[in-house]
């Protein structure tokens, strides 16, 4: 089973900043999970809320300001404690800083109709500067932006994230032609894993920090778990190997 660190390591580290994805890969983690929003001069800025308040302390809009006035900013205020100031990095930057993250979860959260060809064209034409291609995947709990991803033959792999499954999560991921599905562990169950997993979806599930809950989903057969806590999601994981299959009778 795959390990993503959740905002990189948000239970380590201000999330969502270059100090929470240097945790994971001193995890030994290389695979991350983060989100994006547009910055007021279309830049991809790596932040969970479209309001700055609970990790920087300051009022207003991700849209509102530009990637450099963003990059001013503290985002440390997530993780109290944290010794060192944390600038909001740009996804430009955190692919400079870390070539060595093998696998992006990419969440969009700014997918309303009027922002998702503006965000989707800036992800791909990041990701083609970088030839990523391969390594990433544009998730969202947005239809909007899934629809759009679809209907405009985008290039790059989508998947849906899903929290409260009032409609069926696995035919919803097929409709938009999704190869993820990004689930909330509490929709989490082994026939809707072994449904997705049936039409050739990547189930991933979030946010796992209990030990027995990633061994249980684990021993359930997802393809990865988003944990907040990579140092301790490896230790578990490591420290107790996959049951051995069982023999056909």
């Known amino acids: 089973m795959l390990i993503y660190g ?13 100090a929470s994805f240097a945790s ?7 695979r991350v999970e983060l989100d994006l929003h547009l910055s007021a001069d279309h830049q991809l800025m790596v932040i969970h809320d479209p309001t700055l308040q609970r990790t920087t302390g300051i009022r207003g809009r991700v849209a509102a300001h530009t990637a450099e006035q963003l990059g ?16 909001i990095p740009t996804l430009e930057q955190l692919f400079q800083t870390f070539p060595q993250f093998e696998h992006y ?18 992800i791909t034409d990041l990701v083609g500067r ?21 209907n405009n033959q985008c290039p790059l792999p989508t998947g849906l994230v899903e929290e409260y499954g009032m409609l069926d999560p696995v ?50 057969g997802v393809d990865s ?19 051995a299959p069982q023999p056909a009778d």
């Not at 991933?204 to 021993?219: A, C, G, Q, Y």
């Open 6 to 18: 959740h905002r990189g390591a948000r239970g380590e580290a201000p999330e969502n900043t270059l």
């Open 24 to 30: 994971a890969l001193q995890a030994g983690v290389t």
């Open 72 to 87: 001013r900013m503290d985002a440390r205020l997530g993780l109290k404690g944290w010794p060192d100031p944390c600038p």
């Open 105 to 122: 979860q990419l969440e969009v959260k700014s997918g309303s109709k009027g922002q998702a060809g503006a965000v989707l064209e800036a």
């Open 130 to 150: 970088y030839q990523l291609h391969d390594k990433v995947v544009i998730t969202s709990a947005s239809r909007d932006l899934l629809r759009h991803a679809r």
């Open 171 to 220: 035919k919803s991921a097929l409709r938009y032609q999704c190869r993820f599905l990004a689930l909330s562990w509490k929709l989490c169950t082994p026939a809707r894993v072994a449904q997705a997993q049936s039409h050739g979806l990547h189930v991933s599930v979030w946010t796992v920090n209990e030990p027995s809950l990633m061994l249980k989903l684990r021993d359930m």
């Open 225 to 243: 778990l988003i944990t907040d806590v990579p140092h301790l999601a490896m230790t578990v994981l490591s420290a107790r190997p996959s049951p």
